[in-house]
């Protein structure tokens, strides 16, 4: 089973459930992989230690110009959408942040001036995922890098990806939004946790969110983060939707002082395992 845990703006808690849902499922006895695929700014590890660290540079083809073969006939220029090519008075101009990696421009080239190299644009770290140094949890855990600069974030997704282990319970921390990298991050999950908080911004992009799964045809609940008594607007809107709520993290001075901390509220808290492993029953629920 694939789960991805995702929201429609950054800082509502999708790397405390993550990871804290993972830690709670391998207690119970699952097996489970985590996958942090907010790659432009991954955090997962901060609170899970790595045991025998892999890392794996990931590459995307770019173009490379043979100025001795090049007439500056400009085709290559005209049929990227992307912009990344530019015809100058005396040389081919490129701009690396701009390109898809599309190949069009190395087909169309007619006198074959334009070959691919390879260009890094980030790394891929992976091992066993340990709470206390020695002493692994067993939580297979992989992240994704995205370099300082770079602008493409889904190929790298794409990447981290392949590593999915359907025989395990794989949790994806998703990147916030709802643009192509949550997109990418979300896309194949069997069920989706969008993680909201009792704000009028975190309604605001849970609607988005909402909306965004809606098309993409994958089933969700909604899970409240930092919830208080003062703002009901998002109970009510789940309500009006027919939108479950399965589960509510109450803003709790004990859980924040241990996130700061960079350790898992549900290690520290062991009544909180029941109810994070209440979440994964909760979809096999929905699944029968």
């Not at 999915?164 to 979300?186: L, W």
Request: glycine letters at 6%.
């Amino acid at each position: 089973m694939i789960i991805s845990i995702a929201s429609g703006k950054g800082g509502t808690g999708k790397t405390t459930i993550s990871t804290n849902l993972a830690f709670s499922l391998v207690q119970s006895g699952r097996n489970v992989q985590l996958l942090d695929c907010d790659v432009e700014e991954p955090n997962a590890h901060i609170f899970l230690d790595l045991e025998n660290k892999i890392k794996e540079n990931v590459f995307l083809p770019v173009p490379q110009i043979d100025e001795e073969k090049c007439t500056l006939c400009g085709k290559c220029a005209e049929v990227c959408v992307y912009n990344a090519l530019f015809i100058a008075k005396d040389r081919v101009m490129f701009f690396p942040q701009l390109c898809h990696s599309c190949g069009g421009c190395s087909y169309f080239c007619p006198r074959e001036a334009i070959s691919e190299i390879d260009r890094v644009i980030g790394e891929i770290g992976a091992g066993d995922a340990c709470l206390t140094r020695g002493s692994t949890y067993g939580i297979e855990f992989a992240y994704g890098k995205l370099n300082i600069g770079e602008v493409m974030a889904p190929p790298l997704m794409r990447k981290l990806k392949k590593r999915i282990d359907e025989d395990k319970v794989v949790i994806i921390d998703a990147p916030p939004g709802t643009s192509c990298p949550m997109i990418e991050a979300v896309k194949g999950s069997d069920f989706c946790f969008l993680i909201t908080e009792p704000t009028p911004f975190g309604l605001n992009d849970l609607k988005l969110a909402v909306e965004t799964l809606k098309v993409l045809k994958i089933p969700f609940a909604v899970l409240i983060n930092r919830w208080n008594e003062e703002y009901f607007e998002v109970d009510s809107y789940c309500e009006k939707e027919n939108i479950s709520i399965a589960m509510r993290i109450p803003l709790e001075r004990k859980i924040a002082e241990l996130y700061s901390r960079g350790i898992l509220f549900s290690k520290e808290l062991p009544e909180w395992q029941k109810a994070f492993c209440k979440l994964f029953d909760f979809i096999e629920a929905l699944r029968k």
